[in-house]
């Protein structure tokens, strides 16, 4: 089936979101089976610098992660570091031979700019590490495992960053010039391209804080120089793509924006909920999936004023041109989503301490279902509201599920995410049959990896990873069969319970 008919029917069958009577896993009253949509696409994703390992193999130069994981060891909470990571840049068959295991229809992976560009730049392009991507890319559609591209999770190359980084407005040449070297490359295999993932977390968590790597923690000056930048970079290679690549390959382009929702704490604070939503998603989807674009206007307002009354001469948060703005207005084709937990909102006073610009606090209550990560907490009923304010605030556009999932500290007996990742399934149906255009859905994360600050001490996989092994032995959790039943039957059955005892590969693949 040529792509765009694909494509074409993922959208009418997504009006015609077929599903039972409604299941109530949370009750246990009524447990009955609810269908996916016809066309549905299900995955698992993972990231380069979390899985790959090899970080100085074969040419790859060094990165932002090399540099904070070396440089300062114990930053990270277990002092490791992804130089070895799951090995993946050597084990591309078996983690090719797990996702034909769990019957997937994609496989969400990033490239590493350093392992291709040594450089940075184009005038190097290193063969063994694109080597690396075309085996894994060749061995995933020999199975009918379509790729999903993301070309930036969070791996700078550590030159870049000693220029600037996402705060030199240079950096839009310099990842738009990488992003046609990967659509030159594998532009006839991937027909699916994320620019990047969660600006969120790389301007806010790494220039405004210290979340992630550079851990510059220059808040409200930097991350908003980040954002500028990151959004006109991430628009200039969807134009690249669109004008240059497209015609020929037919492929979309997108981007993977993290978002959490934000529960209002009661009526009075539901002007605080909307602050949060549009401080949050709003700030990078806003410029993108608006028809007026731009950043949301009440945050432009909120720190052109408070700007101002801390001597600033000019605001703060950094304009686009009104090229860049059209630029950037309308930049993908599809609204890529990681979504992972909620909070309880409400507006707190207004300080200009610390660059705090949008008066709003929140919490999670210590009655939600909680993971092994402090963050996460298992709010269902927060995935379904969030993708109702996406399809009424972003005129309802084709969504997919770049990530979602649930950690433990470890073991194949994954009751807890298995009950995560039903009832968020389950949300997400509820979101369909009430006209949310859902196409696809990816699990997070295909097997465990190195988790940013935390390590290794968080593991979200499917597959269990023993990072003592030599090999690093990849192992099903419970909760991998339950995926696999899931995908194989298009169906959410709330009562299966798995035998663990064999893995097949799934017919098909
Ligand atoms: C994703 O980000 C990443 O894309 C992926 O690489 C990662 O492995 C996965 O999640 C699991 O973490 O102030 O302490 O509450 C998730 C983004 C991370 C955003 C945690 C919110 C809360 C930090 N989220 N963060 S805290």
Redesign the pocket.
């Given at each position: 089936m040529s792509h765009t008919l694909r494509w074409v029917l993922i959208l009418a069958a997504s009006f015609f979101a077929v599903s039972n009577a409604k299941a109530n896993i949370l009750n246990g009253v009524k447990q009955s089976i609810r269908n996916f949509p016809d066309g549905f696409m299900f995955g698992a994703a993972t990231?380069s610098y979390?899985i790959e390992g090899a970080w100085d193999a074969d040419g790859k130069s060094e990165n932002i992660w090399d540099r904070l994981t070396h440089s300062i060891p114990c930053r990270i909470k277990d002092c490791s570091n992804g130089d070895v990571a799951a090995d993946s840049y050597n084990r591309h068959t078996r983690d090719v031979e797990m996702m034909r295991e769990l019957g997937l229809d994609h496989y969400r992976f990033s490239l590493s700019w350093s392992r291709i560009l040594p450089t940075s730049f184009p005038d190097v392009i290193n063969d063994a590490g694109v080597q690396y991507y075309n085996n894994l890319i060749n061995a995933m559609l020999k199975y009918n495992i379509e790729p999903m591209v993301t070309l930036y999770?969070w791996d700078l190359p550590q030159k870049l960053q000693e220029m600037g980084g996402w705060t030199n407005p240079h950096v839009v040449d310099w990842f738009a010039d990488y992003a046609r070297v990967a659509f030159e490359l594998f532009g006839d295999r991937v027909k699916y391209w994320m620019t990047m993932?969660?600006p969120h977390?790389i301007c806010n968590?790494g220039y405004g804080g210290m979340?992630k790597a550079p851990q510059l923690n220059f808040k409200g000056l930097a991350d908003y120089m980040c954002a500028k930048n990151l959004l006109v970079a991430h628009a200039k290679a969807y134009h690249i793509y669109n004008d240059e690549f497209k015609p020929k390959h037919g492929g979309v382009v997108g981007m993977a924006i993290?978002a959490?929702w934000a529960e209002p704490e009661s009526e009075e604070h539901v002007e605080a909920s909307n602050e949060a939503l549009l401080f949050g998603i709003g700030q990078y989807a806003h410029p993108i999936y608006t028809k007026e674009g731009d950043f949301p206007q009440i945050m432009k307002e909120k720190v052109a004023v408070k700007s101002a009354a801390q001597g600033y001469y000019r605001s703060r948060l950094i304009e686009f041109t009104p090229e860049e703005l059209d630029m950037v207005r309308g930049s993908a084709d599809f609204f890529g989503l990681?979504h992972?937990t909620s909070s309880i909102v409400y507006r707190s006073n207004v300080t200009l301490a610390n660059n705090e610009d949008s008066d709003v606090s929140s919490y999670q209550p210590s009655s939600w279902p909680t993971s092994a990560?402090?963050?996460l907490k298992q709010v269902p009923w927060g995935f379904h509201k969030l993708l109702n304010y996406i399809r009424d605030t972003y005129d309802n556009p084709v969504v997919i599920i770049t990530?979602n999932?649930f950690?433990t500290l470890g073991g194949l007996e994954d009751d807890e995410r298995i009950s995560y990742y039903r009832e968020y399934l389950n949300a997400m149906l509820d979101a369909i049959e009430e006209g949310c255009n859902v196409a696809g859905y990816t699990a997070?994360?295909l097997m465990d990896?190195f988790?940013?600050l935390e390590g290794y001490t968080e593991r979200?996989g499917l597959y269990e990873v023993d990072f003592t092994s030599a090999n690093r032995t990849r192992t099903p959790r419970k909760s991998a069969f339950v995926y696999k039943e899931i995908v194989r039957s298009r169906a959410l059955d709330p009562l299966y319970e798995p035998n663990t005892n064999v893995m097949t590969i799934d017919e098909g693949h």
């Amino acid at each position: 089936m040529s792509h765009t008919l694909r494509w074409v029917l993922i959208l009418a069958a997504s009006f015609f979101a077929v599903s039972n009577a409604k299941a109530n896993i949370l009750n246990g009253v009524k447990q009955s089976i609810r269908n996916f949509p016809d066309g549905f696409m299900f995955g698992a994703a993972t990231a380069s610098y979390q899985i790959e390992g090899a970080w100085d193999a074969d040419g790859k130069s060094e990165n932002i992660w090399d540099r904070l994981t070396h440089s300062i060891p114990c930053r990270i909470k277990d002092c490791s570091n992804g130089d070895v990571a799951a090995d993946s840049y050597n084990r591309h068959t078996r983690d090719v031979e797990m996702m034909r295991e769990l019957g997937l229809d994609h496989y969400r992976f990033s490239l590493s700019w350093s392992r291709i560009l040594p450089t940075s730049f184009p005038d190097v392009i290193n063969d063994a590490g694109v080597q690396y991507y075309n085996n894994l890319i060749n061995a995933m559609l020999k199975y009918n495992i379509e790729p999903m591209v993301t070309l930036y999770h969070w791996d700078l190359p550590q030159k870049l960053q000693e220029m600037g980084g996402w705060t030199n407005p240079h950096v839009v040449d310099w990842f738009a010039d990488y992003a046609r070297v990967a659509f030159e490359l594998f532009g006839d295999r991937v027909k699916y391209w994320m620019t990047m993932n969660e600006p969120h977390e790389i301007c806010n968590a790494g220039y405004g804080g210290m979340g992630k790597a550079p851990q510059l923690n220059f808040k409200g000056l930097a991350d908003y120089m980040c954002a500028k930048n990151l959004l006109v970079a991430h628009a200039k290679a969807y134009h690249i793509y669109n004008d240059e690549f497209k015609p020929k390959h037919g492929g979309v382009v997108g981007m993977a924006i993290s978002a959490g929702w934000a529960e209002p704490e009661s009526e009075e604070h539901v002007e605080a909920s909307n602050e949060a939503l549009l401080f949050g998603i709003g700030q990078y989807a806003h410029p993108i999936y608006t028809k007026e674009g731009d950043f949301p206007q009440i945050m432009k307002e909120k720190v052109a004023v408070k700007s101002a009354a801390q001597g600033y001469y000019r605001s703060r948060l950094i304009e686009f041109t009104p090229e860049e703005l059209d630029m950037v207005r309308g930049s993908a084709d599809f609204f890529g989503l990681n979504h992972y937990t909620s909070s309880i909102v409400y507006r707190s006073n207004v300080t200009l301490a610390n660059n705090e610009d949008s008066d709003v606090s929140s919490y999670q209550p210590s009655s939600w279902p909680t993971s092994a990560s402090s963050w996460l907490k298992q709010v269902p009923w927060g995935f379904h509201k969030l993708l109702n304010y996406i399809r009424d605030t972003y005129d309802n556009p084709v969504v997919i599920i770049t990530e979602n999932g649930f950690s433990t500290l470890g073991g194949l007996e994954d009751d807890e995410r298995i009950s995560y990742y039903r009832e968020y399934l389950n949300a997400m149906l509820d979101a369909i049959e009430e006209g949310c255009n859902v196409a696809g859905y990816t699990a997070w994360s295909l097997m465990d990896n190195f988790e940013w600050l935390e390590g290794y001490t968080e593991r979200f996989g499917l597959y269990e990873v023993d990072f003592t092994s030599a090999n690093r032995t990849r192992t099903p959790r419970k909760s991998a069969f339950v995926y696999k039943e899931i995908v194989r039957s298009r169906a959410l059955d709330p009562l299966y319970e798995p035998n663990t005892n064999v893995m097949t590969i799934d017919e098909g693949h």
